[in-house]
């Protein structure tokens, strides 16, 4: 009895000790890859996320990217072989290049690791480019129909069907703004509108539909469901 407390008191030290939240990943892949790196790599894409690396004499690593406009700074964890390790999910949209720089103990630079570079046309601060894979917005919960001055609105069903926006800035006219099928079964189509909320639904085979990828719903009078938009200055 007395053995097996003692290993139940062992295990519970070592999970204590255990590295903690950076590399307790959802993919089993992703944290194999970052717990097993002996030495800091190129960034490189694994499981839908960009992995950065770095080594050295460091109490702090950390990281700002400009598709964040640099605002948060994501922290490194050093892992058992002593390498520092960052996965940062890679954002939505269709950029393929995204600048970073690092900060080790409070100190800006380049990525060593990384002979891709360019210079911030503000500072002159040097700065290095991840090349990212296309991950589209049209996905339910990242899509936001909204754009700078207005929306963009995308509907995915049959080819060859005629598929139009009704709302309160067309006074809900189900054949003013019709969109356009830019590729069999998808249908676009980009629209000025004054910053202010706006509701609306799409005609599709003579029904209304709310937006399908859009979570952010109100109900009108009679109980249907229209979804909202909100277009910023």
């Known amino acids: 009895m007395k053995s097996r407390l003692a290993l139940v008191a062992l295990a519970l030290c070592l999970a204590a000790a255990a590295p903690a939240a950076a590399m307790d990943q959802s993919s089993v892949r992703l944290h194999l890859h970052l717990t097993g790196l002996r030495a800091p790599e190129p960034p490189h894409v694994v499981e839908n996320s960009l992995v950065l690396s770095a080594a050295g004499p460091y109490r702090f690593v950390g990281a700002a990217f400009s598709h964040e406009a640099w605002r948060t700074v994501h922290s490194f964890e050093r892992n058992l072989y002593g390498v520092f390790v960052l996965a940062l999910p890679l954002p939505y949209g269709d950029a393929t290049q995204v600048a970073y720089r690092l900060v080790t103990d409070g100190a800006w630079g380049a990525d060593p690791t990384n002979p891709a570079r360019a210079r911030d046309d503000r500072t002159g601060a040097a700065l290095s480019l991840a090349s990212l894979p296309e991950r589209p917005r049209t996905v339910l919960g990242v899509w936001n129909p909204a754009v700078s001055g207005g929306a963009h609105f995308y509907f995915e069903g049959e080819?060859?069907?005629?598929?139009?926006?009704?709302?309160s800035f067309n006074d809900w006219d189900p054949f003013i703004h019709e969109?356009?099928?830019?590729s069999p079964g998808r249908y676009e189509l980009n629209l000025s509108l004054a910053p202010g909320d706006y509701s609306y639904?799409?005609?599709y085979r003579g029904e209304r539909v709310a937006d399908p990828l859009n979570r952010t719903l109100r109900y009108s009078g009679d109980g249907r469901a229209v979804s909202r938009l909100s277009v910023g200055n």
Request: hydrophobic share 50%; net charge neutral; charged share 10%.
């Open 159 to 167: 080819a060859g069907q005629r598929v139009s926006v009704a709302g």
């Open 179 to 182: 969109l356009n099928e830019t």
């Open 201 to 203: 639904v799409f005609i």
